[in-house]
């Protein structure tokens, strides 16, 4: 079956312009996770949404960032008048529930100029 | 706050050789602990898991891990390191009934001809 695909693959934006990112998870996986990885560093946790219960947001960088998830499926990651920190790879994973792993799509590589 | 240290941000062995990926966390209970394999330009891609059961765990292309409590660690091996492992590896923790996954800095790992 398809894994986790994400687009743009690819992103480069001005400063100050907002960007939309996308994440098709797992068919039937009720948990989706979004990350950013910058260079030479770990992936840091930004949010996450599980079935119909409130989304965890505590590792939003900011109120620039927003995510929402549809009908328990598709989720976009929306950063506002972006700054040349946001620069990063952001990854999306989906998951069948606790306990288990999770499986990872590609990645945006957003790029700020 | 969990965290996770992962010893060495390079690791270089020369192929044939031992790998070894040091992960160590801090818990006051036992999570649950993952490897994950990143290879250029990829999403990153389980290896192996820990949650209940046996502490030395089996994962894909002969790799291992062993869960050790009184050492909060998990360290990675393979016996013998092939071209083709030339990755980046991250270890991962899940706090036992949660969701919020923190992961590590990664280790890069060179192989040597």
């Known amino acids: 079956g398809a894994g986790v695909s994400q687009s743009p693959s690819n992103k480069v934006t001005e400063k100050g312009k907002d960007v939309e990112l996308r994440c098709d998870p797992i068919?039937?996986?009720?948990?989706l996770y979004w990350y950013r990885q910058s260079l030479g560093q770990g992936l840091e946790f930004l949010i996450y949404f599980q079935g119909n219960s409130a989304p965890d947001k505590s590792g939003l960088p900011s109120d620039r960032f927003s995510a929402e998830r549809t009908g328990g499926s598709v989720s976009t990651l929306t950063i506002q008048r972006t700054q040349q920190e946001d620069s990063a790879v952001y990854l999306c994973a989906s998951s069948p529930g606790l306990e288990v792993a999770q499986y990872f799509g590609p990645g945006t590589r957003l790029t700020v100029t | 706050a969990q965290s996770v240290t992962q010893l060495g941000s390079h690791v270089s062995v020369s192929e044939g050789a031992l790998v070894l990926l040091r992960c160590n966390y801090s818990s006051s209970v036992p999570p649950y602990l993952f490897w994950y394999v990143q290879y250029p330009n990829q999403g990153l891609q389980l290896l192996l898991k820990?949650?209940?059961?046996?502490?030395l765990v089996k994962g894909i292309n002969g790799f291992e891990a062993e869960f050790k409590k009184s050492e909060t660690s998990f360290h990675l091996t393979k016996p013998s390191a092939h071209m083709s492992d030339a990755a980046e590896y991250f270890c991962a923790v899940t706090p036992t009934g949660g969701f919020k996954t923190i992961f590590g800095a990664g280790t890069r790992l060179f192989v040597k001809a």
């Open positions: 068919s039937g996986h009720t948990a």
């Open positions: 820990y949650t209940t059961g046996a502490t």
